[in-house]
């Protein structure tokens, strides 16, 4: 919800969801918003970005970081979170609980698919999808939060749905992600795509409606 | 999220263009006015900055370049 007055984003509470904590197995309750604002930026700069920074600066190369799920450590959340209070093509998420930001997601609504079912046809594009780095099992050796990265993949399908799109779904994948992408979703692996020397990955309106009814 | 409601008086060909589009690609009137808003946003910020857009044809590699008015 925009602030008429001030100009500035309130983000916006969509629902409860529920994260597993993974030293219990326990369920616990988080929020879900739509819309980032200076909470989640200050969470990002002063709790994530430190953790990620060291874990890809204790690596040659990038490629290297993502033993330990660092290859995100570059990515310019709070300039491209702002960038989506303004810009109707994008949309931005947040997971919050125990006070802090657990996950974050960037779409985009104005892109195109490219599996041969649904060629051409408008679809959600996840630019950017990352769960706090306390939550990795392979950067911390014990990980506090599980389920972030599915709730807000579920996110994405329903927006897919809210703006008529049928639930269709594209991302590029970080090479330390793709096996999360293969396990964790039923989405067609498109392969390589040499523009951005990622694997590609898309969901068809059949691979969405399942992910969100197994998930 | 807040929604708000306008009225859009179009012509008949500019209706039968929407209709065709929304028909084409599976979605309601107001949802196709919506993406074609979000792209013309897009669109405009791109040239605004600088950028320029381009359209390829994929068999002859031939690129046009999309001018806005």
Known sequence: MRDSVAGSWTKEFVATVLLSERSTGNVVEAQL?????????????????????????????????????????????TEKGRKANADMSLESFAIECDGKTQGMMLLNLSEFARHKDQRGLDMVYVEMLASAPWNRSQLTPTPIYGGVGQILLGTAISLSIESELKGRLGLHSLPQSVSWYEQKTNFTNLGMDPEKDMIYFEATEEQAKEFLENG | MDRKQMTLVLSDKEMLVLDQLAESRGMTKTALVRQALRLYQSVTERLDSGDKVFVERPSTKEKTELMVL
């Open chain 1, 33 to 77: 918003f739509r819309g980032l604002d200076q909470k989640n930026f200050d969470d990002y700069e002063r709790l994530w970005r430190p953790t990620l920074v060291q874990a890809k600066a204790s690596f040659s190369t990038w490629l290297e970081s993502g033993k330990v799920n660092a290859q995100d450590a570059h990515w310019a959340w």
